[in-house]
Structures are given as structure tokens and as C-alpha cells.
């Protein structure tokens, strides 16, 4: 161990021991972004950059269950990032389809998919459909895999779902805009039936939601972090906590 790793273990177990765990986000999302961009500065591929941050996420997971976290929302793949070259989307999803074998191979989580799975691959599909159904009984931290994910897309299915349900009824257009609420939207999200996230972390500088969980963050605090998505630190997320826990959260009052 050389000087520097010292010293930020220091700092690292000093941050953690004045973490407030009583004022700990039960629901966070987290915006993987800077995996290609990170790549790039230390010479590597995206392919590489991607693989990176992938293995980055079983180590953000221990720390959300060493900090009494809930629920965690990662995006791995945007309705947006359908738009790269092939020859970086296929070995993506290669990489994310691993990515969540590992996570229902663990035991500790409960894999839930947000997003639209017609949009993704069959191969794709199958892959987070098994690991839904293999962890539906897990009572570990909920990991919520956004992949074919877009806010603006949640809505608009959410939105669909509601009005097929009640087509299916019987109930008319006049009846459904009496009873149309927030809430009744709420019940046909991805997340239906979990909390809203309160605390959004993105990494590598951009200080942006690009439509994540545009429904839900509606009260959420937001911590933008420099440091690309590979190099995330523990120290880099017990700030966050950190950050999070001095705000005072008044919605609206």
C-alpha cells in the first residue's frame, strides 16, 4: 500500500464515520455515464470503458448494503444509445446481459428490469426476464437494471398501460378522465409500488438528467460528481451521502 492509497482510506473511513445512517437515501438512482470517456484518457476501447464500469457496480452495491440503502436504480443503456455503431451496441449488451447474470447469481439483490424490453434484443430480453424471476424472492437491496430505458418513453407506456387496463374494463373515455390522478399513473411505471428516488447521482461532470426517471425524481436531490463512471470511489459515493444528508428537504413548504 503506497501513501496515497493510505491517506484516502483514512479520509474514506473518516467520511463513513460521520455518516449520519438515520439521514441515508432509501432510493438511489444512479446515471453510469463516462465509461467510453475514461477509456479514451487511459487508451483503452469503449468496449473496455463499458466492461470497466461494469464491473464497477458489484462494488457500489456492497456499499449501498453497508449504508442501509433500498433500493438502487442503475442505467445501462438509454433508448438514446440505440443510436451507436453497431460494433459498440453488441458487445454493450453482451457486457450488460453478463452484468445482470452476475447480479442474480449473487444472492444479496432482487433484479428488477426498467424499460422497454420490445426495444432490446430477444437474447437481451430472455437474459433480464430470468433474472427477475430468479430473485423475485430475494429480500436484499432491490436493484432496479434501466436498459432500453427513457423517461419520456416510461411515461407514454405508463400512460398506455392505464388506458388499456380500463379499456378492458368497460369504462369509458368520460369515466377515465373523472378518476385519472398522479397517483393512478404512478401504479402503471416501471417502479410501480416502490419509493421515488431520493437522492440522483451522475457521474463525469455533466450536470444533467437526460430524461432519467423523469416521473419520479420529481422531489429527488441531485449530486453531480466529476469523476467518470469507472473510477467512482467509495469516498466519491459516501460524499454524495454525505451531501445529501446536510440538505434540508423541504418539498415545497
Same mark, same amino acid.
Not at 469523476?227 to 454524495?240: E, G, M, S
Given at each position: ?89 453488441? /458487445?454493450? +449488451?453482451? !457486457? ?6 452476475? &447480479?442474480?447469481?449473487?444472492?444479496? #439483490?432482487?433484479?428488477? *428490469? ?82 421515488? /428516488?431520493? +437522492?440522483? !447521482? ?6 444533467? &438528467?437526460?430524461?432519467?426517471?423523469? #416521473?419520479?425524481?420529481? *422531489? ?34
Amino acid at each position: 500500500m503506497n501513501l496515497r492509497d493510505l491517506v484516502y482510506g483514512l479520509y474514506a473511513r473518516r467520511v463513513e464515520g460521520r455518516l449520519d445512517h438515520d439521514q441515508v437515501p432509501k432510493h438511489i438512482g444512479v446515471i453510469l455515464d463516462g465509461n467510453r470517456r475514461w477509456a479514451k484518457a487511459s487508451g483503452g476501447s469503449a468496449v473496455q470503458g463499458h466492461q470497466a464500469g461494469a464491473d464497477k457496480i458489484s462494488e457500489l452495491l456492497g456499499w449501498c448494503s453497508e449504508t442501509d440503502v433500498e433500493v438502487v436504480t442503475l442505467w445501462l443503456l438509454s433508448t438514446d444509445n440505440f443510436d451507436r455503431p453497431e460494433a459498440e451496441l453488441v /458487445p454493450l +449488451l453482451r !457486457i450488460i446481459e453478463n452484468t445482470v447474470r452476475q &447480479l442474480a447469481s449473487d444472492g444479496r #439483490w432482487r433484479v428488477h *428490469h426498467v424499460g422497454t424490453l420490445d426495444l432490446l434484443p430477444a437474447r437481451t430480453q430472455t437474459v433480464l426476464k430470468e433474472a427477475e424471476e430468479a430473485t423475485a424472492g430475494v429480500e436484499g437491496i432491490i436493484v432496479n437494471v434501466a436498459v432500453g430505458y427513457g423517461g419520456r418513453q416510461e411515461i407514454a407506456d405508463a400512460v398506455r398501460s392505464l388506458l388499456l387496463e380500463h379499456s378492458s374494463r368497460g369504462t369509458t373515455f368520460e369515466e377515465l378522465a373523472e378518476v385519472v390522478s398522479t397517483d393512478l399513473i404512478a401504479e402503471h411505471l416501471y417502479t410501480r409500488g416502490q419509493p421515488d /428516488p431520493d +437522492l440522483v !447521482i451522475r457521474t463525469s461532470g455533466e450536470q444533467r &438528467l437526460s430524461g432519467f426517471m423523469l #416521473w419520479q425524481s420529481a *422531489h429527488s436531490e441531485y449530486y453531480f460528481c466529476e469523476v467518470f463512471w469507472p473510477a467512482f470511489r467509495k469516498v466519491d459515493f459516501l460524499r454524495a451521502l454525505r451531501d445529501y444528508a446536510a440538505r434540508h428537504r423541504r418539498y415545497g413548504a
